[in-house]
């Protein structure tokens, strides 16, 4: 067991005899539930690679058409191709836990409107999130435009 | 008579006047079927070891005094059979609070941080008693009443991974007993309750990890009351910039 | 003693009644310094566990009249009719006002507070939030609390002594928990609002916490305890546990069944009439021993029950209205009341009893001292409490006590400190003292369940003359034995022991004044019942018992009982 921050739920007024510290949630960060949540976090580092990757893709296009042409064929590279993999299945992982979490966070009213109930809300996200995706792959498939 | 459960309880122990840091002490103890945890602790304590220190009282899950981590889990006490667990039960005092002697811990951080969400009725005026009862519809009833289960039993601050980093953080129970007054029919304080809001260590500090409601022996769902608590304050400070201040009471 | 905190007025106990007094205090009087000292933090009070509902006149088909002609004829016309008026009036007011500070009562369909039905009350006057009344009107009522910087608490507190000068009280010794230390927490006027007694018994709805302190203080200062042999035992605990089931199931229309699937109610006669499940409490806890007695009871590990029936309810109403009652069934009894009937057997719920008081609140002899709620018997309830009365009891009579005692305060000066002082120096000693104290090798633990049986055995639902005089000596070779008691718990920081041996010493005070004002009362009234004198008397026993402490043995004596518009009648419903 870890430490948790020396103050944390520590009165404003210090307490009246001696305390021992406050230790974190013995299953935290990667036992039980909490593994789903750290995993969450550390899809962050996914996001910012895949940042990095776009940048630098972007960047070859100024290098000229033998730049571009190795930068795309580098991403048939097993190592690229695993890459994607791992983003695919983070994104899916973040939009599902998102969506799931997403509709409680409505509150009862905004102003006089109410949210739709809680399927529909997860119907709607469901449907833009595919509908998107299937877009983008239509676009970058050439199907349209 | 029904047979008897042997079960091992590690417990954690502290007393500052004698420990430096806290130990754990182990105790065989013969448990009927029906007992929960507390019924265990409650038998080292009379049996064994009257040195051991808990809080409990109502013994149906209602006053919330018995919250303690079992096997890891923040539970409460009474309400965990011990049937459902293993061999070796360890109960060790809620994490993220400091420990003031075995399984008792610090609660004066926690009244600190409920008073700071002001956890009662605002009105610009005082209903009077002679008005008679404020009518409320069952539907009005209906969106906060979830958030007024809250029976301060510690779970979700025990859980949470914020409040183990953050001690600002005003957790949980607290603002979701602020949200449950603000999203009541009956109370005008919500503009003022948003202002504490919008500060430093609360809803914002959030990162929605759910823990709080997976723990929450009441089904409070505070990380709802959280979250939807982040969507009002934005929405409050958004509509205050384009509505002069004054317009809303 | 380290530490001298003065105030106005000091509240101890933070329930429903004393965190009601304490705002009452402050609203009555803004400015007054109130000190609210609990042995728990005040959202820990068994308040907590209530479940039904608080009654107060609402509907147009109900009356103030009715609602007091019903409690008048539930206590076994024992309650005083002055004090039963000044209820029903306030009632409302109290209901009303908690509404206001945000309490979440269910709802009828145009927004109005909704109210069910409760036993022996003859119309819908029950105020109710879902099954969790208690608990609602607790958070709410401490949540409230939390915006007046005048009352300060002292949460885990226990106040192990009132401070007297002279014959006035003039504040409390409290042992903080915490540290180990004594702090004298002073003021001009004392209420004490500390609950009912329920753990004297072995099978109770009550929580740990019940171990009847403020009577024992009270008691110990010359405080009379009033009606002390009125008991109440709800018909409807689960076996084992104790653990209450709410007098709403049957509100909402729940039934009660033997083991030949009767319901015995209607089919014998107990006594409740056509009311059957809705009767009184006392009756049909009665009914409940009788039909186990005549072997119509089912079996289980814990002795006898019968069983509460709320199956055809139906899921949604159960839900809706009980939804605690389903949860408590199924964690603590294994069952789902939605598809099976719940095991019941009657169970020591409530003390009808307490520290006498007038109308306003002030103890009897002793100056500057009060009490409201279970802690005292300011004779609503006389021999026996109508269910969903008490709440409000908490509610109207707090509220009054807070009014009366800062108004008590403004006009009294303060005490002498170092007197005062000395007192807690004396009482520091005592406790430390305490911490491992050698003794005669007695347990805590086997003396309070020895006097919990002793207690169950003499005074339970029938009691008869041999087997309360048995208990009264029973408790009394217990006081004898507890001065032998050994404690091992050295520390001072939460030193839980010595709670546990204060609370001990508590409990045998009031069960020493419950047996003897049992043994004293030859005649049936309300929930108290004797197998060998089974009619009421109201020739020789239509007045209050009171008991007076004495080293010695307890004294007893006697109070009219202030009667008003109904005379006694026979009780039958």
Redesign the interface.
């Known amino acids: 067991m870890a430490n948790a921050h020396p103050h944390a739920m520590a009165p404003a007024k210090p307490g009246k005899t001696r305390t021992a510290p406050p230790q974190r949630p013995p299953k935290f960060p990667t036992g039980g539930r909490y593994l789903a949540y750290t995993l969450f976090d550390w899809t962050g580092l996914i996001y910012l690679l895949l940042g990095f990757l776009v940048l630098k893709t972007i960047w070859t296009l100024g290098d000229g058409q033998a730049a571009w042409d190795a930068q795309i064929a580098s991403f048939s590279h097993p190592a690229y191709i695993a890459f994607h993999i791992l983003s695919f299945i983070s994104v899916v992982f973040v939009g599902v836990r998102f969506f799931r979490l997403f509709p409680k966070a409505q509150p009862p009213r905004i102003g006089p409107a109410k949210p739709p109930p809680a399927p529909v809300i997860l119907g709607m996200l469901y449907t833009v999130w595919i509908g998107a995706t299937v877009l983008f792959g239509a676009i970058l498939a050439g199907g349209i435009f | ?2 047979e008897m459960l042997i079960k091992k309880f590690v417990v954690t122990r ?5 420990d430096d ?2 130990r754990t002490e182990t105790y065989e103890v013969p448990c009927h079927p ?1 007992w929960k945890v507390l019924d265990g602790l409650n038998h080292i ?3 064994i ?17 018995c919250g303690m ?1 079992v096997n ?3 539970t409460l006490t009474c ?1 965990k059979a011990v049937r459902d667990l293993p061999d070796t039960i360890e109960v ?2 809620l ?8 399984l ?9 941080k ?2 700071s969400v ?4 605002i009105r610009a005026k ?2 009077a ?1 002679e008005e ?7 539907e ?2 209906e ?3 979830q958030f ?5 039993c510690m779970l979700c ?5 914020v ?5 600002e953080f005003i ?1 949980p129970a607290a603002i979701a ?1 602020g949200h449950r ?1 603000s ?2 029919s ?2 005008e304080g919500a503009a003022e309750r948003n202002e504490i809001f919008r500060g430093e260590g609360t809803v914002f500090s959030c ?5 709080c409601s ?1 723990v929450c022996p009441k089904n409070v ?1 505070p ?2 009351a959280v ?2 608590a ?3 304050a934005v ?1 409050d400070w958004a509509t205050g910039l384009v509505l002069p201040r004054g317009g809303k009471e | 003693m380290a530490e001298l905190h003065r105030h106005d007025i000091v509240i101890v106990g933070g329930g429903a009644a004393g965190l009601r007094a304490a705002i009452a205090a402050v609203k009555a009087r803004p400015g007054s310094s109130v000190a609210l000292v609990s042995k728990v933090y005040p959202m820990r009070s068994h308040t907590v566990s209530a479940e039904g509902g608080a009654a107060a006149v609402a509907r147009a088909d109900d009356n103030l009249e009715m609602h007091g002609y019903d409690t008048v004829k539930g206590s076994d016309f024992l309650g005083d009719q002055d004090v039963i008026q000044a209820f029903v009036e306030e009632a409302p007011r109290e209901l009303t006002q908690l509404e206001h500070w945000g309490c979440p009562w269910s709802r009828n369909e145009d927004g109005t507070v909704a109210t069910r039905a409760f036993g022996g009350m003859t119309t819908k006057r029950t105020w109710y939030a879902a099954d969790k009344v208690g608990f609602h009107l607790l958070h709410t009522l401490f949540q409230t609390s939390m915006q007046y910087g005048d009352i300060v608490r002292y949460d885990e507190v226990f106040v192990s002594k009132l401070l007297m000068d002279g014959n006035e009280c003039r504040g409390v010794a409290g042992l903080d928990v915490r540290t180990g230390e004594m702090m004298g927490v002073l003021g001009r006027a004392v209420i004490l609002a500390t609950g009912g007694a329920g753990k004297v018994w072995p099978f109770t709805t009550n929580g740990n916490i019940k171990t009847g302190d403020g009577m024992a203080l009270a008691y110990r200062e010359g405080v009379p305890m009033k009606d002390m042999e009125f008991v109440q035992y709800h018909p409807t605990g689960l076996p084992g546990t104790g653990i209450l089931i709410t007098e709403a199931t049957r509100g909402e229309g729940g039934h009660l069944i033997n083991s030949e699937g009767e319901r015995f109610l209607i089919t014998r006669d107990y006594g409740v009439g056509t009311k059957a499940e809705l009767g009184p409490r006392d009756m049909i806890s009665r009914a409940e021993v009788q039909e186990i007695e005549a072997g119509r009871g089912i079996d289980s590990q814990y002795g006898q029950h019968v069983h509460l029936d709320l199956t055809h309810l139906g899921e949604e109403k159960i839900m809706k209205r009980l939804p605690m009652v389903r949860e408590l069934s199924k964690i603590y009894a294994g069952v789902d009341p939605v598809y099976e009937p719940i095991p019941i057997r009657p169970v020591v719920h409530y003390m009808m009893g307490g520290v006498d008081v007038d109308i306003d609140g002030f103890a009897d002899g002793v100056d500057g001292l009060l009490a409201a709620g279970e802690v005292a018997c300011v004779s609503l309830n006389g021999a026996n409490r109508l269910g969903s009365n008490s709440l409000t009891e908490c509610l109207v009579f707090g509220a009054r006590s807070g009014v009366k005692a800062v108004e008590y305060a403004k006009g009294t000066s303060d005490g002498d400190d170092a007197a005062l002082a000395r007192m807690g120096e004396e009482e520091q000693a005592r406790i430390d003292a305490l911490r491992g104290k050698q003794g005669g090798g007695e347990k805590i633990a086997a003396i309070r369940t020895d006097m919990q049986s002793a207690m169950e055995s003499g005074c339970g639902v029938y009691r008869e003359e041999a087997s309360m005089q048995q208990t009264v000596r029973d408790i009394a070779a217990l006081k004898q034995r507890f001065e032998g008691v050994t404690l091992e718990d050295k520390s001072k920081v939460f030193n839980t022991e010595i709670i546990a041996y204060l609370e001990l010493e508590n409990m045998l005070d009031v069960a020493e004044s419950v047996s003897s004002s049992a043994a004293s009362r030859n005649e049936s009234r309300g929930a108290h019942t004797r197998k060998d004198a089974t009619a009421r008397d109201d020739v020789n026993w239509l007045h209050h018992t009171l008991c007076y402490y004495d080293p010695a043995g307890p004294r007893l004596d006697k109070k009219d009982v202030t009667l008003g518009r109904w005379e006694p009648e026979e009780r039958k419903y």
């Not at chain 2, 994490?95 to 075995?102: A, E, G, I, L, T």
């Not at chain 2, 008679?132 to 069952?138: F, I, K, L, N, V």
């Not at chain 2, 990162?207 to 823990?211: I, L, R, V």
């Open positions: 008579m029904a502290f007393d500052p006047d004698q840091v806290p029906d304590k009379d049996e070891d009257p040195t051991l220190a808990h809080r409990w009282s109502c013994r149906m899950a209602v006053c919330g005094s981590n890891g889990e923040p309400k060790t005092p994490s993220n609070f400091p420990v003031v002697r075995d008792v811990v610090e609660l004066e951080g926690f009244m600190d409920l008073k002001k956890p009662w009725i005082e209903k008693v008679g009862p404020t009518r409320q519809s069952p009005e009833l969106e906060f009443k007024s289960m809250c029976i301060n601050y025990a859980a949470c991974p409040v183990a980093n953050e001690p957790g007993l007054y999203i009541d009956r109370d990162s929605y990890a759910n823990e997976e769902d990380a709802a979250n939807q982040k969507f009002n929405i």
